[in-house]
């Protein structure tokens, strides 16, 4: 066990300084519906044409990202009358250099005491959370098939690095987190 702890210790760090943000609903609604397949509300985006717009890249990433967390969460993707249908927006932000307030490591008190020397890894931290950074923000929603009323959603949020190019791992590492907190079917 001892053994263990320090395997442990190191991956909830990693999943907590990765970068990916992410806001959940309360599951109540949707868990109380006792939905067990699912399809997507629209079709995919074309492959042909799709210019120099991200959004063509992120969609059969985003896709495959949601099918393969479902999936391990015992939902089945059908094609005639599903349970509840998955749609997502998606759309660029900003984060203009202020800590996310959900970023539960993040001491608010000073780093200086008085009458020191600021060490320079405040200074670093200063210059490299002082910028205006572009955000990657999907919102996944499901909705009651029947119905059509929302019964749940997600938003994601992570600073882009690449803006040339989507990064299928870490697009599959957000989704996973951001559907976490969905129940298992029943």
């Known amino acids: ?75 089945r993707r059908v094609t005639d009358n599903p349970d509840f249908l998955v749609d997502y927006i998606a759309a660029a932000g900003l984060s203009l250099g202020e800590v996310s307030q959900s970023a539960a490591n993040v001491s608010y008190r000073p780093a200086a005491v008085p009458n020191r020397n600021i060490d320079q890894a405040s200074i670093d931290n200063a210059y490299a959370l002082g910028t205006v950074r572009e955000t990657a923000n999907i919102g996944i929603i499901l909705f009651d098939a029947a119905a059509q009323e929302a019964v749940w959603n997600v938003r994601i949020s992570k600073i882009i690095e690449d803006r040339n190019r989507v990064n299928a791992d870490v697009a599959r590492r957000a989704i996973r987190q951001g559907l976490r907190t969905l129940p298992e079917a029943p």
């Open 1 to 75: 066990m001892r053994s263990l702890t320090p395997l442990l210790l190191t991956l909830l760090l990693a999943g907590c300084i990765s970068g990916i943000e992410t806001e959940p609903a309360d599951t109540a609604r949707f868990a109380a519906g006792s939905y067990q397949s699912y399809a997507w509300r629209r079709p995919a985006l074309p492959v042909e044409g799709t210019g120099a717009d991200s959004i063509y890249q992120l969609d059969p990433v985003l896709r495959a990202a949601v099918d393969e967390t479902l999936a391990t969460k015992g939902y």
